[in-house]
């Protein structure tokens, strides 16, 4: 295990449904990401939180809304998906000694399906 | 699978093979390169890393090169056995960014 945990570890949901997926770092890091992986395209980040602050948002559709309440917990909240959202969702955690330094811990992923 | 539509490269050795996967990066900005290995149903798992102030790192079993001048980066396995059959991802990192821009991917599938 990677210290990183996720829940849940599959999820279906309507288009109309309202989710949150949850992101749990036992590593002591304070950077924490939500990548999306699907089977179209390779890894894709989506959002960075270092010390809770957002520093990085890669033009996500605002029906995935980031929640970093402190440095271990992170959360995807889900509203009104399209089925192409279908993905495994990833969350990863590092150290952030800085730009260029960090390695990324990956936990074990969502698999997320939209109806 | 995550293959489906995404059509990723596939390595197959015999088990007790070398292995050597092959990674091209874009960004000569790049300052950082680490290599991931993916499991089926599993998050990738950090294997080895390199800063572009190297050209040769040796890990357990595995050795990552870097050649900054074609901007390749390769992983070595010896002695390749069957629990390293997976997806291998490398990962590039600019300097003054925190996040990784990641390759889409290399299957690799031991032959017992």
């Known amino acids: 295990e990677t210290g990183v945990t996720q829940t849940p570890r599959h999820l279906v949901m309507g288009m109309t449904n309202k989710k949150s997926l949850k992101c749990e770092q036992h590593?002591?890091?304070?950077?924490m990401y939500w990548y999306k992986q699907s089977a179209k395209k390779p890894l894709e980040l989506m959002f960075v939180?270092?010390?809770?602050?957002?520093?990085e948002n890669n033009s996500v559709p605002s029906r995935f809304s980031p929640e970093c309440p402190n440095s271990s917990h992170l959360f995807l909240h889900l509203h009104t998906l399209q089925p192409e959202d279908s993905a495994l969702y990833l969350c990863?955690?590092?150290?952030?000694?800085?730009?260029?330094?960090?390695?990324?811990?990956f936990g074990p992923g969502t698999r997320l399906t939209v109806l | 699978g995550e293959s489906v539509g995404l059509h990723l490269p596939t390595l197959s050795v015999q088990e007790g093979d070398n292995s050597i996967i092959n990674c091209a990066y874009s960004?000569?900005?790049?300052?950082?390169f680490i290599w991931y290995k993916q499991e089926s149903g599993k998050g990738p798992q950090f294997i080895i890393d390199?800063?572009?102030?190297?050209d040769k790192r040796q890990g357990q079993r595995v050795t990552v090169l870097l050649n900054k001048t074609v901007k390749h980066l390769s992983l070595q396995i010896a002695a390749t056995q069957p629990g390293d059959s997976a997806v291998y991802f490398c990962?590039?990192?600019?300097?003054?960014?925190?996040?990784?821009?990641f390759g889409s991917g290399t299957r690799l599938q031991v032959q017992p």
């Open positions: 990863a955690s590092s150290q952030d000694g800085g730009p260029g330094t960090d390695t990324q811990y």
């Open positions: 590593l002591g890091h304070n950077a």
């Open positions: 939180y270092n010390f809770k602050e957002q520093t």
């Open positions: 960004n000569s900005a790049s300052d950082y």
């Open positions: 390199i800063r572009s102030n190297m």
């Open positions: 990962a590039e990192n600019m300097t003054g960014r925190r996040a990784l821009t």
